[in-house]
């Protein structure tokens, strides 16, 4: 778990200053202790496209010189139809206050020591 928080948080802010990254990562216990994962299963609903068989388009064509034939070509024509679902998903309830929190956390911190929210020198 904690290997998997690591990524995410140096993914989510490779453009943040390491001084930043490190008010951050301080941060990051504290928003879980705060704000523990909680699993809760969630049902949504989408819609997804479906293709349907709705007929053939038919072309002629005339092979031959003068005493030519017609020669048909059929091809299969489909639309797509859009067909609603449900679906059950698992989902971290206090993600998006946890996130919140360690955001508004290192700006503070950042703010406090360097005097803006973005811990950028001087």
């Known amino acids: 778990m904690r290997l998997l928080i690591l990524f995410l948080f140096f ?3 490779s453009c943040a200053t390491k001084e ?15 704000f523990p994962v909680v699993i809760e299963k969630v049902t949504k609903h989408e819609t997804r496209a479906q293709s349907v068989y709705i ?3 038919c072309t002629n064509y005339y092979v031959g010189g003068r005493n030519g034939s017609v020669s048909t070509i059929c091809s299969p024509q ?3 139809i859009y067909v609603p679902y449900t679906y059950v998903e698992d989902v971290d309830i206090n993600k998006k206050i ?7 956390c290192a700006e503070n911190n950042c703010l406090e020591i360097y005097g803006n929210r973005r811990c950028k020198s001087k």
């Open 98 to 104: 946890r996130k919140s929190f360690v955001r508004s």
């Open 55 to 57: 007929g053939e388009k």
């Open 78 to 80: 489909y639309s797509s």
């Open 20 to 34: 930043y990254l490190e008010e951050t990562n301080k941060c990051l216990l504290e928003g879980y202790n705060k």
């Open 11 to 13: 993914f989510l802010n």
